[in-house]
């Protein structure tokens, strides 16, 4: 089973920008969707963008314009660049992965902390 290892949260001013990424333990070429996902205490884990295996790209409303999801095959990596960050974008961001479209559920990484204060 794949396992997938988030890096790259932290603590950032409003304005600022990070970048997320998520490294696979198998080739992620053929997989079907990869995307980054979002939870904050007391609510539901949410989506943040999506990436599929022929590069198309879906966000969220909230982060439209803003951030912006990639994929680099020959390292296995999801990455996520964040700018313009807000203290609402406060959250812990998971990466998952759908290898093939049966999948009934994603993997999961163990997520990484992003917080967004002055």
């Known amino acids: 089973q794949v396992q997938l290892v988030e890096s790259g949260g932290g603590l950032v001013q409003p304005g600022g920008s990070l970048r997320l990424s998520c490294a696979a333990s198998i080739s992620i070429f053929n997989f079907y969707r990869m995307g980054w996902y979002r939870q904050t205490p007391g609510k539901e884990r949410e989506l943040v963008a999506t990436i599929t295996r022929g590069n198309t790209a879906n966000y969220a409303d909230s982060v439209k314009g803003r951030f912006t999801i990639s994929r680099e095959n020959d390292k296995n990596t999801v990455y996520l660049q964040m700018n313009s960050l807000k203290p609402e974008d406060t959250a812990v961001y998971y990466c998952?992965?759908?290898?093939?479209?049966?999948?009934?559920?994603?993997?999961w990484g163990q997520g990484t902390q992003v917080t967004v204060s002055s």
């Open positions: 998952s992965a759908i290898t093939v479209p049966s999948q009934p559920r994603p993997v």
